[in-house]
């Protein structure tokens, strides 16, 4: 088993005014030749937007991408059609593929939105744009893995599918309480991201916005030791 640790106050930052964003990896200003990604994980950015503000109309191709809104809603638009707002519990996924263009806004005149992004590198090039959102109950993670992407040829229950053989799964962990993830295959690697709360994750500890990547290994077990929600990446590492 072999572990990189990511402590929440290593990461990157970027501070607009309008948006504040921290980067697990490298993205734009910030860059870090030992944070370039982990795995087909690609991007990490914690983002908060601040009200009446956003990003304007710009372009993605060949990336699948992943937001998980954690506080607010923020409005999307974009070259497919879609005109949506995705609100706490919901989570996105777009395959730009070929290419689209979106634009993603803070409606509220008040209220600030905090998302997370993450970008997972497909196993496929230029495939067809595909969008589509969905809200996951907050039962459905209660003390369990709750599967919210999966690969488009293997989706499980209500997952969102994208072109990788990745998983993206939420967990909302009481005190005490233990879960155990075996991976899908052995060239996969697990990270694990700490929203909010404390967690061992194999005996390493974790606060808020730490994270911790592991591979080399078939089962990863997290303990919880505060109620703690938490964002688990399984990619494949090559």
């Known amino acids: 088993m072999k572990t990189t640790i990511h402590k929440a106050n290593t990461r990157g930052y970027a501070g607009h005014g309008w948006l504040k964003s921290h980067h697990t990896f490298s993205f734009a200003g910030y860059q870090n030749a030992e944070r370039n990604n982990f795995g087909m994980l690609r991007v990490l950015n914690d983002d908060i937007v601040q009200p009446k503000m956003g990003f304007g109309t710009h372009p993605h191709q060949n990336m699948e991408i992943i937001s998980i809104p954690l506080k607010g809603a923020l409005s999307h638009k974009d070259s497919m059609g879609n005109k949506r707002a995705i609100e706490v519990g919901e989570v996105q996924v777009m395959s730009a593929g070929t290419g689209l263009t979106h634009s993603e806004f803070n409606d509220s005149k008040t209220d600030e939105v905090n998302f997370l992004q993450l970008w997972i590198i497909p196993e496929e090039m230029s495939v067809k744009p595909n969008y589509e959102q969905r809200q996951f109950s907050t039962t459905g993670r ?26 993206i799964y939420r967990a909302a962990l009481d005190s005490g309480n233990s879960i155990n993830l075996e991976l899908k295959s052995e060239n996969n690697g697990l990270y694990v991201f700490v929203v909010d709360g404390e967690v061992e994750v194999e005996g390493n500890p974790l606060i808020k916005r730490d994270a911790i990547g592991i591979y080399d290994t078939d089962n990863v077990s997290i303990k919880s030791n505060q109620l703690s929600e938490l964002v688990i990446i399984e990619v494949p590492m090559t």
């Open 142 to 167: 209660k003390n369990q893995l709750q599967t919210v992407v999966a690969p488009k040829d293997k989706l499980e229950g209500d997952a969102l599918p994208i072109s990788q053989q990745a998983y």
